[in-house]
């Protein structure tokens, strides 16, 4: 598992900045870089990546923050879950019509 070692706010434009210790730096670039060189279709890779993600400790965050973080996380997934459904149902609306013609 990958670990966090602090996370840094940027004093202008207030986004988060993660450092991560140095003995799991060379891990995470070469899991991202095994999932992104992978021979999955891109639906695949993203929900690989979401996993990757999911699995990251952060020392400093408290059990209700994680919660809250876990819920975006899931919600995103199921977004992009749902898009890929909706991407097949118009494929097979499309088939489906074009056999009635």
């Given at each position: 598992?990958?670990?966090?070692?602090?996370?840094?706010?940027c004093p202008n434009c207030g986004k988060?900045?993660?450092?991560?210790?140095?003995?799991?730096?060379?891990?995470?670039?070469?899991?991202?870089?095994?999932?992104?060189?992978?021979?999955?279709?891109?639906?695949?890779?993203?929900?690989?990546?979401?996993?990757?993600?999911?699995?990251?400790?952060?020392?400093?965050?408290?059990?209700?923050?994680?919660?809250?973080?876990?819920?975006?996380?899931?919600?995103?997934?199921?977004?992009?879950?749902?898009?890929?459904?909706?991407?097949?149902?118009?494929?097979?609306?499309?088939?489906?019509?074009?056999?009635?013609?």
């Amino acid at each position: 598992m990958v670990k966090i070692k602090t996370l840094i706010k940027c004093p202008n434009c207030g986004k988060s900045n993660m450092i991560l210790d140095e003995e799991y730096e060379r891990s995470v670039w070469k899991k991202l870089e095994a999932v992104l060189k992978s021979r999955k279709d891109a639906y695949e890779k993203k929900i690989a990546l979401f996993n990757f993600v999911k699995n990251i400790e952060i020392k400093d965050l408290e059990p209700l923050e994680k919660k809250r973080i876990d819920y975006l996380l899931q919600g995103r997934l199921y977004n992009e879950l749902a898009k890929q459904s909706m991407k097949e149902y118009k494929k097979l609306t499309v088939e489906d019509f074009n056999r009635a013609k």
